[in-house]
Each structure stands twice: as C-alpha cells, then as structure tokens.
Nanobody, 125 residues
Framework: QVQLAESGGGLVQAGGSLRLSCAVS????????MGWFRQAPGKEREFVAV???????YYVDSVKGRFTISRDNAKNTVYLQMNSLKPEDTAVYYC???????????????????WGQGTQVTVSS
C-alpha cells in the first residue's frame, strides 16, 4: 500500500512563506503524477497544483505566481513552495498520487489513487 506523509505546515503571517513536503513510500514514486489539494473550513476540497512524471506543472489560478510545485524522484518527495501567503490560503493541505494516464492536467481529485493525512496551514492577517 502506497503511503503519503505531508509535513511543513504551520502558522505564518500574511506575506510569508512555507514549504510543504510529501514523502511517498511503498510505491514507485516516479510512476505517479503528484498533486496538492486543500480544504478550508466549511468548504470543499479543491485542487491547487499538479506535477507530471516528467516535471510539467499546472496551478489553479489563485496560486499562480505564488506557489511552486516540484518533485525529487531520488527522494520520493514532492514539494509545494508557497510564497506571498494570504489569509485565504488557510486550509488543510493534502498531497495525492495519481497512477493514471488520463487527460492533463489532472485536477479532478477522483483521478487520484492515494492521499496523505493532510497538514494544516494557517495564515494570519
């Protein structure tokens, strides 16, 4: 069973930065598209960013220019660098792995096979 473990969340002031990490174990990491999603209080979980097996990336409009997704296949880890954070970025952030070869970009959470437990990001104003 593939396991994903997020880390790096916390409390930060608006305008600050955080880097989230997601370590993948018990799976062929390089064979997955890797995505980040988030869920704010009272809202549905939403897509944030995805990185393909070859390193192509795609972002939701609200984070373009502020967030960067990357992957290190040697470390079986995907990252989400978050800069210029805003209070509306406050949410639980989840990483997910997609083993399929469907339409790119993979923004639909139903396409993802494995999920982490989430890490809380809180941005104060």
């Amino acid at each position: 069973q593939v396991q994903l473990a997020e880390s790096g969340g916390g409390l930060v002031q608006a305008g600050g930065s955080l880097r989230l990490s997601c370590a993948v174990s018990r799976g062929a990491f390089s064979g997955y598209r890797m995505g980040w999603f988030r869920q704010a209080p009272g809202k549905e979980r939403e897509f944030v960013a995805v990185v393909s097996r070859s390193g192509n990336t795609y972002y939701v409009d609200s984070v373009k220019g502020r967030f960067t997704i990357s992957r290190d296949n040697a470390k079986n880890t995907v990252y989400l660098q978050m800069n210029s954070l805003k209070p509306e970025d406050t949410a639980v952030y989840y990483c997910a792995a997609c083993g399929g070869w469907g339409v790119w970009p993979t923004t639909d959470q139903r396409e993802y096979d494995y999920w982490g437990q989430g890490t809380q990001v809180t941005v104060s104003s």
